[in-house]
């Protein structure tokens, strides 16, 4: 598809985002891009992932000269950014001015808190780890990815292949879960989209510093208040803590209070159609399902991709009165 697909804007209440700078069809990618910055989760993290590519290890991992905190899993990435940031700190700031403790790896954890910015690059989804134990690896801020605004009904999703080989594996690729209208803002969910509307709230306000007022959110502030049994979530977007033992998870709560008042009408419940279509029902994953990109013709591809799991799934089997809880991977 020719042309820059997004372009920057101000928004009035939502600072500068991404705007559909012409029609997107569905799956298309409208934006893939390296990272400004990328760092490690958490100090925990380092012996699992090659602390330049953050791939998993394969084999046996080289301890970093300087730190040994740090590893890698070729004499490339040995030799690449981790070993040339002791080098720069050390060339730059003379070892009697660096305060007591200092290290590239703290630095780095301190980084990991700047919570708004910055994109989780996920372990692998294994479908025996539960979505609240499944951690991220490294975090990462993107040049135009870290524009993208929050809606609750996202229009696009990212994905991330850190373990695929070859150059670009912490690329960020953003698609568009349906078409997308010349002029309309590209949002992401910054979590998982099941999370119940208190729980969306909650941590927007908390940790993005502003009350979500989208199409969504209006609806749901009507519905009886949630129960307050768990503050679940599965955050994969706009990072997520890991120091804290996790405490997030899937939740599945489809959300409206059955009985005592809740309704299922499609008046009550309008966005209905967005779970069924968009919300992987794979395992306990509630990734998104985003279309593959549209064929050489043009033509949808009418199979979709999970952001989490990898599921594929076929358009006719989203539809089938099941919601199609097989899938082409199987
Ligand atoms: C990843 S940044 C997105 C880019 C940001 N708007 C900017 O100007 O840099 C996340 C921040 O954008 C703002 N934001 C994101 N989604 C929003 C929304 N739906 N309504 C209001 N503000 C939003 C919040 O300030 C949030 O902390």
Redesign the pocket.
Known sequence: MAGDALRAAD?P?????LLAARNIREGEVILTEQPLLLYPASLASLPSFCSACFRSFSSAASPCPSCRAAGFCSPSCAAASHPRLHAMVAALVPPQMLPPGFSPDLTAAFLSKDR??SFSIMEPYRPEVPQPLRKARAYAVYPRA??????CLPNACHFDYADRPGPGNTDIVVRALHDITEGREV?LSYFAANWQYKDRQQRLLED???R???ERCQVESKWKQDDDSDGGDGDDT?EEEEEDGGGEGGDDGMEQEEGDGGSDSDDDFPHSYFFVRYLCNHGECYGMLAPLPPLPNGEPSHVFECNVCGNLKNEDEINAPDGGDSSMAD
Do not use: A, I, P
Request: with cysteine; charged share 20%; aromatic share 10%.
């Open positions: 928004l209440g939502r600072g500068r985002g708004t910015n870290s524009l993208l605004n929050h809606d949002c993005y510093g502003f979500c007022e989208c706009m």
